[in-house]
């Protein structure tokens, strides 16, 4: 019995064949470069366009947008972070995916020993004493 304990827990610790730790990691760095990358845009926008109708405009808040890194960096660090968001959506569609499924399992094993009193219909509303 604890053989088959310590594979669970095994395979509890993986998702994807990805540690959780990692997984966390993975996460706190999309998380990162979301934050940099939008204040990035945002100051290159701010700098080239303006704020209110095209007024305080400025060529230097542009010019530190790029926090010292060439165009192409931040195309690289762009499809990076499309990349991690990516497996996050699939590590969350898994996870998801397992829960329900588990969920689905454990509600078909439940059975009723006495039937619910005053109930004589099916659960989703539709016997014969169907108000709607």
């Known amino acids: 019995m604890s053989n088959q304990n ?3 827990e095994k395979q509890i610790e993986k998702r994807l064949g990805i540690s959780i730790a990692t997984w966390d990691k993975i996460e706190l760095a999309s998380l990162g470069l979301l934050v ?3 204040a990035r845009e945002t100051m290159d ?3 080239s366009k303006g704020v209110f109708g095209g007024r305080l405009k400025s060529k230097k808040l542009q010019r530190m947008s790029r ?3 060439e165009r192409s ?3 690289d660090l762009n499809v990076f972070s499309s990349l991690m968001g990516a497996a996050l959506l699939l590590k969350g569609a898994v996870d998801t995916v397992e829960s329900k499924t588990d969920l689905l399992s454990k509600r078909n ?3 009723l020993t006495r039937p ?3 109930f004589s ?3 989703q509303g539709f016997g014969r004493n169907r108000i709607i």
């Open 6 to 8: 310590s594979t669970i």
């Open 36 to 38: 940099i990358i939008t």
């Open 45 to 47: 926008v701010v700098g």
């Open 67 to 69: 926090l010292g890194f």
């Open 73 to 75: 960096t931040w195309t």
């Open 109 to 111: 094993s439940l059975k």
């Open 116 to 118: 619910i009193r005053g």
């Open 121 to 123: 219909g099916n659960l």
